[in-house]
C-alpha cells in the first residue's frame, strides 16, 4: 500500500510534468450590438431599413506550446457570430482566421485561413474597421484567404515583412496567389507612434494590386491615409483609391473621428464611389466603447446614408 506522502509526491511530480508540458490559450472575442438605419441598402456590410446587427462579432482561442526553447507551435480558431441577426439564425457561425504553424526566432510560419499581408498592411488607418464604413467598401484587397501560407518576419527595428501564397485552386485564379508587405513601425502605434507600409498583391480573387499606408499618432491627433492602385487580372479594370483618416481625443472617453475613402476602379462598385463617414466614440476602457457615426456612400448615379449607435466590448 502507498503511503499518504507517497501520494502526495507524486501527485505534484505528475502536475509538474503537466505544467511543464501542456500549451498555453486564451479565449477571446468581440461582442457588437448595432442599431442601424440605411436609406437604399446599395452599402456593403448593412442592409435597407432599420436593422439590429451584431457587425463582425466573434469568438476564438489562440494558444501555444513550447516544442523546445526556441521554437514554439502556435495556432488560432476563429468564427463569427452571427445568431443575433435574425435572418442568420439558420447560420449562426462562419469561419474567420483559422490556422497552424511554427514560431521561432525567424518568424513565424503559419498555414490555413488567414488575412493576406495586403489586409494587414491597413493597420489603424481604417478608424470604422468592421461596420458599413469600413475600407472594404470602396478599396479592393480586404481579403481573407483558406489554404493559404503565411510568413511573418520578426520585428528587426520596427522593419516587419509579411507574405501571402495561396494555390491557384484556393487564389481564385488560374496562377498562385501572393500578397507581400514591408512595413516599418507598429501597425497598433503602441510601441512606437508611427506606421508605415508598402503592400502588393497579385492573384488573388481577381486582383493585382499596390498599396502605400501610413499611420501618425501625435500627442491627442492621429492621422492616417492609404494610397492603392487597383486593376483586375483581365486588365478590364483598374484605377486608384485613396483612404484619409482623422481622430482626435478630446478627452479620454470622448474621441470624434472622420473618414474619406474614394476608389474608380470599379472593382468594389459598378461606378466611382467615394464615401464620407463622421463618428464619435464613448470610451468606457479598453474594453468597451460605445459610438454614434453616419456615412454617406456616393455612386456616379446613385447614393446611399446609413446612421448607427452601437455598443462594443472586447474579451
Do not use: C
Not at 518568424?107 to 490555413?112: E, K, P, Q, Y
Not at 527595428?157 to 507581400?180: E, H, I, Q, R, Y
Not at 508605415?196 to 492616417?224: E, I, M, N, P, V
Not at 483618416?245 to 473618414?259: C, E, I
Amino acid at each position: 500500500m502507498i503511503k499518504q506522502p507517497m501520494l502526495t509526491t507524486l501527485a505534484l511530480a505528475l502536475l509538474a510534468s503537466n505544467t511543464v508540458f501542456a500549451g498555453e490559450y486564451n479565449i477571446y472575442g468581440k461582442a457588437e450590438v448595432q442599431l442601424a438605419h440605411t436609406d437604399k441598402g446599395i452599402m456593403r456590410y448593412t442592409e435597407k431599413g432599420t436593422q439590429v446587427d451584431s457587425p463582425f462579432s466573434r469568438l476564438g482561442i489562440n494558444g501555444s506550446h513550447n516544442l523546445n526553447e526556441t521554437t514554439q507551435v502556435i495556432f488560432k480558431y476563429e468564427v463569427q457570430i452571427n445568431g443575433v441577426e435574425g435572418d442568420n439564425g439558420n447560420e449562426p457561425l462562419s469561419a474567420r482566421n483559422t490556422y497552424i504553424g511554427l514560431k521561432s526566432q525567424y518568424g513565424s510560419l503559419l498555414l490555413g485561413r488567414n488575412d493576406t499581408g495586403f489586409k494587414r498592411s491597413e493597420g489603424k488607418v481604417d478608424l470604422f474597421n468592421e461596420t458599413q464604413a469600413d475600407i472594404g467598401q470602396v478599396l479592393a484587397g480586404q481579403y481573407r484567404v483558406g489554404d493559404s501560407i503565411t510568413y511573418v518576419s520578426p520585428n528587426l527595428k520596427n522593419w516587419t515583412v509579411v507574405l501571402t501564397v495561396a494555390p491557384k485552386d484556393d487564389a481564385g485564379s488560374d496562377k498562385n496567389g501572393v500578397a507581400a508587405v514591408v512595413g516599418y513601425g507598429d501597425r497598433s502605434l503602441k510601441s512606437v507612434p508611427y506606421y508605415f507600409a508598402l503592400s502588393y498583391t497579385d492573384s488573388l480573387l481577381d486582383l493585382s494590386a499596390t498599396r502605400f499606408s501610413a499611420a501618425y499618432r501625435w500627442d491627442k491627433l492621429q492621422l492616417g491615409a492609404i494610397l492603392q492602385n487597383s486593376e483586375s487580372l483581365d486588365g478590364s479594370k483598374d484605377g486608384n483609391g485613396m483612404v484619409l483618416s482623422a481622430r482626435y481625443k478630446l478627452t479620454d472617453t470622448w474621441q470624434p473621428k472622420v473618414q474619406y475613402a474614394r476608389d474608380n476602379s470599379l472593382l468594389r462598385h459598378s461606378e466611382e464611389v467615394e464615401q464620407f463617414t463622421l463618428g464619435l466614440d464613448y470610451v468606457f476602457d479598453k474594453q468597451t466603447t460605445a459610438y454614434i457615426m453616419a456615412s454617406q456612400l456616393e455612386l456616379e448615379t446613385q447614393s446611399d446614408t446609413s446612421t448607427a449607435i452601437g455598443l462594443k466590448y472586447l474579451f
